[in-house]
């Protein structure tokens, strides 16, 4: 019923559909003492350690970092008075524990630790069987030291999302572990109660000697490689992008090639079978800041093939809405393309103002939250005085033909 999770080695799908497989039992256990200042965290996410893998069970990944190498634990149930325990067997500090069949449409408490030492209580709750609608944030560039990223997951708390989206660049430097530590700390609050699924940005590298993103992968459990993923909730298809700073593979690509053909496939198998399709990266390949496109010939080629709703990317430090025709697909429809690089990092006030297809521009740090249901996908971009720079509604696409385009 529950496993613990491993490093990922292979690209993954979380497909949450919301069934309940597993009847889970409770027992009753004593407390132990609590000292949350030796654990980071906890919080949550969705993982697998699969390839394309469809999770047919309600699930969630609960994370957490202890101050010394040890066995961990966690406890969780509907009430205090009845808990199940799941002790983690391995001498780790970094620990993540999967749990699968829980019941859909239900609050959980739950506490994690190592020893004698456990955290707090926290709480979340898992989706209908059916969700009638999707409430989610999205921001980019937290780039922490710093107070308004702190701010920023203030006002993202306030829209009570079910869970958040990030287009890297979490921390400054991502070869530091202690910074890695303080944002997790400080972000508890939010993430203790819902899932988090970020990408990787440029500063997730900086820092590591190895040239890889090695404490994204340590501190975030994924799908997959935690590189690219793809994950389902509902009706809506999330894709994951890692995009590198220049073109480091073999014929110019920004992203890995291998990635780029995973995302090619998973797009394919899901396009007429979702009613929405967005995605995330860091790299913008629109943006009135001239230095930002080193992902053009990966990601609109990708996006307009499959006539996504949307693409939300991050690395310039202001918010920008461009709204750009789908050429050479034979839809009349448009792409949003979305840059909400100001999550907490120094603002960027450069633009060029002939940028092409660039709808809206602000230089303020900001978020967004994005409310979708059957019929409509509606995004609002937030400052920090709770006032809305920008709103924006999309309908669904007729996707059914699209492979004649092909």
């Known amino acids: 019923m529950n496993r613990l999770q491993g490093r990922k080695l292979k690209l993954g799908l979380v497909f949450l559909s919301f069934q309940v497989g597993i009847i889970i039992s409770f027992t009753l256990i004593s407390a132990p003492a609590i000292y949350d200042n030796q654990i980071v965290g906890p919080y949550l996410s969705w993982s697998n350690d699969n390839g394309i893998y469809n999770l047919t069970s309600t699930s969630v990944t609960i994370s957490w970092r ?13 009430t205090k008075d009845s808990l199940t325990r799941i002790d983690v067997v391995g001498t780790t500090i970094q620990h993540n524990v999967t749990l699968d069949g829980l019941i859909p449409n239900t609050s959980y408490l739950y506490r994690v630790g190592q020893g004698a030492i456990s955290s707090s209580f926290h709480a979340f709750k898992t989706f209908p069987l059916v969700p009638v609608s999707v409430n989610f944030c999205l921001w980019s560039d937290t ?86 993923y793809a994950f389902l909730v509902g009706d809506i298809l999330f894709v994951g992008l890692n995009t590198r700073e220049g073109s480091i593979w073999s014929g110019g690509h920004a992203v890995d090639p291998t990635e780029l053909q995973w995302a090619n496939q998973t797009l394919s198998q899901y396009y007429d079978e979702v009613k929405w399709i967005i995605l995330y990266c860091h790299y913008p390949p629109f943006s009135s800041n001239s230095a930002a496109n080193p992902v053009k010939d990966d990601i609109i080629p990708l996006a307009q093939r499959y006539d996504v709703d949307a693409v939300f990317t991050g690395h310039i430090h202001n918010y920008e809405r461009f709204n750009v025709p789908n050429e050479g697909t034979g839809s009349t429809t448009n792409i949003s393309y979305f840059v909400m690089g100001g999550g907490g990092g120094h603002l960027s006030s450069v633009r060029d103002e002939s940028a092409q297809y660039s709808e809206v521009y602000n230089s303020q740090h900001h978020y967004l939250n994005a409310m979708i249901n059957d019929s409509t996908f509606n995004i609002e971009c937030w400052n920090l005085e709770n006032e809305i720079i920008d709103a924006w509604t999309m309908e669904p696409k007729n996707r059914t033909d699209l492979s004649s385009y092909w």
Do not use: C
């Not at 202890?66 to 509907?78: H, I, L, P, W």
């Not at 308004?148 to 572990?177: A, H, I, K």
């Not at 109660?193 to 501190?219: D, K, T």
């Open 143 to 228: 780039q922490p030291p710093g107070s308004e990223y702190t701010r920023v997951f203030s006002r993202m708390r306030e829209r009570n999302p079910d869970f958040l989206v990030q287009s890297g660049d979490l921390v400054s430097t991502g070869g530091s572990m202690s910074q890695w530590e303080a944002f997790l700390d400080t972000i508890t609050p939010l993430v203790s109660e819902i899932a988090f699924m970020p990408v990787s940005g440029n500063h997730e590298y900086y820092g590591e000697l190895s040239n890889e993103p090695e404490n994204f992968r340590e501190v975030m459990a994924l799908p997959g490689s935690e590189s690219t």
């Open 66 to 78: 202890t101050s010394s190498a040890s066995n961990g634990f966690v406890e969780y149930g509907k």
